[in-house]
């Protein structure tokens, strides 16, 4: 199957500073991506969906301005959680859309944020 | 807005019991279904979607759109069925999505 590879898989990082998370497709071009949050032990809930070359679709009471989203290519969309707080402390993951399967969406391993 | 309710958290069945895992979704479009599963330490992954109508590892769901759900089941539950469950629903458009349920987690002990 097709293969989405987030970078880096944890990451901690100080108070203030800002996080850059990577999401790849690896052997497929994806136009679409989507960002998650996943608290410990509830769902995935979906923070945006990035559109290459296009801005991002937030969702509502996500802060376009806390989590940048850049979808240069169509094989990389980046996160970057910007003046971090204890708060955003999470498990962030990716997805891509692979429109010649189905348009069926594959996942990153995800990425373990904490901001102390 | 779509919502996706699974009502259960955590499910344990013993070995080679029935399993069904509890799917309800509302949608005003016509929704595409979906089943993710999570194994231990490992990625979401998609298990099953109820336009190819199949059974993969021996489980099989099937889309009741007079009771809008999509319950996932499988006769003979084996211990490597121990995974996290999670319904999904894709809406249509441009601008489609999915929305997940809070997940189920199946435990199947000897």
């Known amino acids: 199957g097709a293969v989405v590879s987030q970078h880096p898989s944890w990451v901690i990082c100080k108070s203030g500073t800002s996080v850059k998370i990577e999401c790849r497709s690896l052997?497929?071009?994806?136009?679409?991506m989507f960002w998650y949050r996943q608290f410990p032990k509830q769902s995935l809930m979906l923070m945006a969906t990035?559109?290459?070359?296009?801005?991002?679709?937030?969702e509502q009471g996500v802060e376009k301005d806390k989590f940048l989203i850049n979808h240069a290519s169509l094989t990389l969309s980046t996160l970057t959680v910007t003046s971090a707080h204890p708060e955003d402390s999470s498990f962030y993951i990716c997805?891509?859309?692979?429109?010649?399967?189905?348009?069926?969406?594959?996942f990153g391993q995800g990425t373990r944020l904490t901001v102390v | 807005a779509q919502r996706v309710t699974q009502p259960e958290k955590l499910l344990s069945v013993f070995k080679g019991a029935p399993v069904e895992l509890k799917c309800n979704y509302s949608?005003?479009?016509?929704?595409?279904l979906f089943w993710y599963v999570q194994y231990s330490r490992q990625r979401l992954q998609l298990l099953l979607r109820?336009?190819s109508r199949e059974s993969i590892k021996g489980f099989t769901a099937d889309l009741n759109k007079g009771e809008t759900s999509f319950h996932l089941k499988k006769p003979f539950a084996q211990e490597e069925d121990s995974a996290m469950y999670y319904c999904?629903?894709?809406?249509?458009?441009?601008?489609?999505?999915?929305?997940f349920g809070t997940g189920t987690r199946l435990q199947v002990t000897l």
């Open positions: 997805s891509a859309r692979d429109m010649g399967r189905f348009a069926e969406a594959f």
């Open positions: 052997d497929f071009q994806a136009t679409t």
């Open positions: 990035s559109n290459e070359g296009s801005k991002a679709t937030y």
């Open positions: 949608y005003s479009g016509s929704p595409e």
């Open positions: 109820h336009i």
């Open positions: 999904a629903l894709r809406t249509t458009g441009t601008a489609s999505k999915l929305t």
